[in-house]
């Protein structure tokens, strides 16, 4: 039995069963019950209308037992029947009460009284429950017929019940499987290589949230495939530069069409260059998935680090006009950091802003935020992002402006800001960028503090210029 449908339908059918069962069986029971005890009272009536009928008619009760064992149904009902005076002596009853037995004062008082006009005409009880009806007899003919229609309607109901139980368990079960044998399907078709399956959300409960989630991982399992065609398509093609490069020159000089010069030897060596930084590049990347990035962390003023990083470009800047501005309380707390790591993301991010900034400035501010973050930014005013690019500025091999030169070594690969995320998230920080084309780009880090911090003075915002050229 390995449809999950059969499954569900036999429970359902199994407890509509055993409900409409036990149904049938309390309903008859108590009906049964019920019948009994209506023609019990009925027939007790009849036996006290004739007892007190005999009275009237004969004075006394001389001769009652005879009427009493002659007379059906009386004969039945009074088996159990112990009849007294007003005095209280037995006249008619069995073992233990025989005739002519003194009832004790007590005994009377618990019996139910017998009356005629008013007066009364004597006392009777059951010993033990009264008799009840045996159906079999002809007598209760009628009563029996009764009961068995009642018992036929009650199994009739039962079947009823138990195929609309069935029925209803059928396509509850349907209902219920449909969605997992779409989400099997798609998952089949995934493993065939077929990775934009979607399945239809039907409900809002568990399987409602499991077909939610198939779909969400399909869409980004979509994405990430997508991203490893395109990220391998990239990489070749980086690869495939400098290697036809380096081939055209080694074959040049091995035919002796081209004779070696300091010239070509620096074109080749840079290329050599090239590929080392972009293997270097991904190992750091392969490193960062894995989790086995190697950080030697220390704590470190935050200022330090953008005064570092804004003193690496300052000639630079100088030559293309620009002005890098360090923005910086003395006083921040200082954050664990592996400090030649840092510097390549804000190296990075510095060199990215010179490269689309033609006038104005880059700024490099440093805040703290509660008392757990730090935070980076580096600013300029440069051309900005195009809104569509921002949302996979950090994926791998992606270029905002795919015509750009490979001036600038590894980052023209597009590797640049991928790793720079992946160094920081390395560093339990995050980093998250803001841009408007014509008016600049910002970007920001965000990294914990040092957690011990000794009590110090409270920040004084200073403003440091680091170089300044000709806007």
């Known amino acids: 039995m390995r449809s999950l449908t059969l499954k569900l339908t036999l429970a359902f059918l199994l407890v509509g069963l055993i409900g409409s069962l036990m149904v049938a069986l309390i309903v008859g029971l108590r009906t049964r019950s019920e019948v009994d005890l209506f023609l019990s009272l009925r027939d007790r009536t009849i036996l006290l209308n004739a007892l007190r009928s005999y009275y009237e008619t004969n004075g006394g009760w001389q001769g009652v037992e005879q009427v009493l064992e002659r007379t059906a149904p009386l004969d039945f009902y009074s088996r159990n029947l112990v009849l007294a005076d007003t005095n209280g002596v037995v006249v008619y009853g069995r073992?233990?009460?025989r005739p002519g037995r003194q009832l004790a004062p007590g005994m009377i008082a618990r019996a139910e009284t017998l009356r005629s006009d008013g007066e009364v005409i004597g006392y009777f009880f059951f010993v033990g429950r009264p008799p009840l009806p045996l159906l079999s007899d002809p007598r209760w003919a009628a009563e029996a017929a009764l009961l068995q229609r009642l018992a036929m309607a009650t199994v009739l109901s039962a079947i009823a019940a138990t195929i609309v139980a069935l029925v209803v368990g059928i396509v509850l079960a349907r209902t219920l499987t449909r969605p997992i044998r779409e989400l099997t399907a798609a998952t089949r078709a995934m493993a065939r290589g077929r990775f934009d399956q979607r399945?239809?959300?039907?409900?809002?409960?568990?399987?409602?949230?499991?077909?939610?989630?198939?779909?969400q991982m399909?869409?980004?399992?979509?994405?990430?495939i997508q991203a490893r065609r395109q990220m391998t398509a990239d990489l070749a093609h980086d690869l495939r530069t400098p290697l036809s490069i380096l081939r055209g020159y080694t074959e040049g000089l091995q035919e002796g069409r081209i004779s070696g010069s300091p010239t070509i030897y620096q074109i080749m060596h840079g290329e050599v260059e090239h590929l080392q930084r972009l293997i270097d590049d991904l190992r750091l990347l392969s490193l960062a998935d894995a989790g086995a990035l190697s950080l030697n962390r220390r704590p470190v003023d935050p200022r330090a680090l953008l005064e570092r990083a804004a003193l690496a470009h300052m000639v630079q800047a100088e030559q293309q006009g620009l002005t890098i501005r360090v923005e910086a309380s003395e006083t921040l707390p200082s954050v664990a950091v592996d400090t030649d790591r840092m510097a390549q993301v804000l190296n990075n991010l510095v060199a990215n802003a010179l490269r689309?900034?033609?006038?104005?400035?880059?700024?490099l501010t440093a805040r703290e935020e509660g008392a757990q973050r730090v935070i980076l930014e580096v600013r300029d005013t440069g051309s900005g992002i195009a809104p569509e690019d921002l949302p996979r500025i950090f994926d791998r091999f992606y270029r905002a402006d795919p015509s750009r030169s490979r001036e600038g070594g590894h980052q023209s690969a597009g590797l640049g800001l991928a790793i720079?995320?992946?160094?920081?998230?390395?560093?339990?920080?995050?980093?998250s960028v803001a841009s408007r084309v014509g008016e600049g780009t910002t970007f920001?880090?965000?990294?914990?503090?040092?957690?011990?911090?000794?009590?110090?003075?409270?920040?004084?915002e200073t403003s440091v210029t680091v170089s300044t050229g000709q806007r």
Do not use: C, M, W
């Not at 399945?199 to 779909?215: C, H, M, P, T």
């Not at 399909?218 to 990430?224: E, F, K, M």
């Not at 689309?356 to 700024?363: K, L, M, P, Q």
């Not at 920001?444 to 004084?460: E, G, M, N, Y």
């Open 95 to 97: 073992r233990p009460y």
């Open 199 to 215: 399945v239809v959300v039907r409900s809002r409960d568990e399987i409602g949230e499991l077909a939610q989630a198939f779909n």
């Open 218 to 224: 399909s869409a980004d399992l979509s994405r990430a």
């Open 356 to 363: 689309h900034t033609a006038r104005g400035e880059i700024v």
């Open 420 to 431: 720079a995320k992946a160094i920081i998230e390395a560093h339990n920080g995050a980093i």
């Open 444 to 460: 920001t880090i965000t990294l914990p503090v040092v957690r011990d911090q000794k009590s110090r003075p409270a920040p004084q």
